[in-house]
Antibody, heavy 125, light 106 residues
């Protein structure tokens, strides 16, 4: 059974840092691109960051670029999100998500087939 | 970034109703459109990927259609467990989600 379990959320002051972790099990972790998606309270879903199977390729939303760093340890089956210079607008539930690649007409893209339960990050003084 | 809109933002329906939700992209995304269901306090769940492919294990009352900029999610006969919020998402370029459509009980 595929499981994604996030941890590391909590209350942090503006300008502070947190590191989120996501422990993966039930699948070959290194074979999958992994993402972080966040959802502010009562709001919609926002993609944050992605990394490829070996961590060599990473991409970020403009809103977090230069402040957040995604990484992974395939030996530990764990995904990370290092969040620095946190702002009030970063307050959200952060989901760890597995990407499933599918192809159509010769092009391939992703969908999110498994999500963790989420971890709440609150940025407030 | 490609902007995604959904209509309606909310709807009220009864068990057994046919429900249709529309998603529109600000530019063509071919058929790289996914649909998710989210219940309160829970993580989203994939329903449809590639505009019309039903994810394994998802009931066949859910269906998706469309290509280019206009897409539709249809629930053929609404069940009690289908009351939730539905999001579309494009994966053609930098991933973006629609704002969601909340389906509640009439």
């Amino acid at each position: 059974e595929v499981q994604l379990v996030e941890s590391g959320g909590g209350l942090v002051q503006p300008g502070g840092s947190l590191r989120l972790s996501c422990a993966a099990s039930g699948f070959t972790f290194s074979s999958y691109w992994m993402h972080w998606v966040r959802q502010a309270p009562g709001r919609g879903l926002v993609w944050v960051s992605q990394t490829d199977g070996d961590g060599s390729s990473t991409t970020y939303a403009d809103s977090v670029k230069g402040r957040f760093t995604i990484s992974r340890d395939n030996a530990k089956n764990t995904l990370y999100l290092q969040m620095n210079s946190l702002r009030a607008e970063d307050t959200a539930v952060y989901y760890c998500v597995r990407a499933l690649r599918y192809c159509n007409g010769g092009s391939c893209r992703s969908t999110f087939d498994y999500w963790g339960q989420g971890t709440l990050v609150t940025v407030s003084s | 970034d490609i902007q995604m809109t959904q209509s309606p933002s909310s709807l009220s329906a009864s068990v057994g109703d046919r429900v249709t939700i529309t998603c529109r992209a600000s530019q063509s995304i071919r058929n790289f459109l996914n649909w998710y269901q989210q219940k309160p306090g829970k993580a989203p769940k994939i329903l449809i990927y590639g505009a019309s492919s039903l994810q394994s294990g998802v009931p066949s009352r859910f269906s998706g259609s469309g290509s280019g900029t206009d897409f539709t999610l249809t629930i053929s006969s609404l069940q009690p467990e289908d009351f939730a919020t539905y999001f579309c998402q494009q994966s053609y370029t930098t991933l973006t989600f629609g704002p969601g459509t909340k389906v509640d009980i009439k």
